[in-house]
């Protein structure tokens, strides 16, 4: 059963080229309604856990150290069919393979520095919400 909702990460890359405005314009225009939304910054324990499910590939170190390398916009995003759509939204995890239009093909420089995170699963929205959001946080 689909929650409608997913969650984000505005990454360090699109964080310091000054692209919060245009990333949560773009994902305003296409129908998501924040839930739940900070700027913060992830320690490099932090990273490592949100990001345990790639341990074993061999860029998580790099992965890492790029996710907490400077701040980041997380939210909780809500939308019919959220999780799938939003992955329409941001496009392919390499931007020089992501269609026109695309979040990462507009801000993303590289496939390791690609200007946002969207969840896989509405199993993973979940838990990747739960990460950063306390009930009390959402709306
Ligand atoms: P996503 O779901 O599109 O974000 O892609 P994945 O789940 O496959 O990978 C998670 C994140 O790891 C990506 O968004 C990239 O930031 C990074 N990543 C993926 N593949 C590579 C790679 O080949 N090299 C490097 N350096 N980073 C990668």
Redesign the pocket.
Known sequence: MTTNRTFTMI?PDAVGNGYIGGILKMMNEAGFRIVAMKYTKLSSEMAGKF?E??KD???YG??VE??SSGPIVAAILEKTNAVADF?TL?G???PTKADAGTIRKTYAK?????AV??S?SDENAQIEGDFFFSKLERF
């Not at 590289?110 to 690609?114: D, G, H, K």
Request: hydrophobic content about 40%.
């Open positions: 990454k990001y499910v790639h590939r061999p860029f790099e992965l790029f996710m992955r941001i392919a995890t390499d590289s496939i390791s520095a690609n995170h969207g896989d």
